[in-house]
């Protein structure tokens, strides 16, 4: 388990903003050492309240949307074309470097920005994410899954209900019920041919394990429990590979931890880039 402590303040008062960028839509908080969070699937920057809220006191904490979110996502692209967007927003941003924490397919993206394009990285975090990829036949049954909703204008709520509510702990499904809302909501204003080629980007990644083994950046993973998206295995497994990792394991979280437990993740964060910044 990860020992986390809170950063010490750094940099000056506070300020807000929320612009454009690319039809899509980012959160700029705060001052200091960039910390920039990137989504998970059919989400945006939206799920990183919390966590803006928190760590905007030490830092610039920049939440964006990534591709899906913009014209752009209506056709094919690949976690490279994301991890180009990526170092493309540092350089709109005036940013050299920063700590990249990415949520499941942000996390993925976040992996191969660490393996491209290290120079533009203090660190990264994964969230329910890891450096393994999806067996094949995985890849193509969830490929004709939704093949089926190409054609869709929207996801809808119902569809977007049940993928929600595989993502939360049954604790949390039962206790914090809007949060399995927040999330299904965002998914079914998605478009099937959006939402297509966002699953593509990520079941279909190569397989980077051993690049990521000779990796010398830090990296944080933190991952629920019950996590069946994206299986605890992985992050273990991830977490073993890497030179420079912390492991925190959040129990009675699913997915989605950085909103069941927002507490722990940011503090954990927080730790890690006290721990990386300042050694």
Not at 9 to 24: I, K
Not at 146 to 173: D, K, M, N, W
Not at 184 to 213: C, K, P, W
Request: aromatic share 6%; with cysteine.
């Amino acid at each position: 388990m990860y020992s986390s402590r809170l950063c010490e303040p750094a940099g000056p008062t506070d300020h807000r903003s929320s612009v454009s960028v690319d039809s899509g839509r980012r959160s700029v908080r705060g001052a200091g050492t960039a910390i920039v969070f990137a989504h998970g699937m059919g989400l945006d920057h939206e799920i990183w309240r919390s966590q803006l809220d928190a760590l905007s006191k030490t830092h610039q904490a920049i939440a964006y949307d990534l591709r899906g979110r913009t014209p752009r996502g209506r056709t094919s692209y690949n976690l490279y074309d994301l991890s180009s967007d990526f170092t493309a927003l540092l350089d709109e941003l005036s940013i050299d470097r920063c700590v990249l924490v990415g949520l499941s397919m942000g996390g993925y993206m976040a992996v191969r920005v660490a393996l491209t394009a290290p120079q533009r990285l203090h660190g990264v975090v994964l969230i329910g994410s890891s450096a393994v990829p999806f067996p094949k036949a995985q890849a193509e049954e969830s490929r004709a899954e939704y093949e089926q909703l190409r054609c869709l204008p929207h996801i809808g709520l119902a569809h977007g209900r049940a993928a929600s509510e595989s993502h939360f702990s049954h604790v949390t499904q039962r206790l914090r019920p809007e949060l399995v809302s927040f999330w299904a909501d965002r998914i079914a204003t998605r478009s099937g041919e959006e939402t297509f080629h966002e699953l593509m980007s990520i079941v279909y990644q190569n397989d980077i394990r051993a690049q990521f083994a000779q990796m010398h950046l830090p990296c944080l993973l933190i991952h629920g429990d019950q996590d069946h998206a994206v299986p605890l295995d992985h992050a273990l497994e991830t977490h073993q590979l890497a030179r420079d990792s912390r492991l925190m394991v959040l129990p009675y979280a699913s997915h989605a931890p950085n909103l069941e437990n927002p507490l722990a993740v940011n503090e954990a964060i927080a730790s890690f880039c006290d721990e990386i910044l300042h050694a």
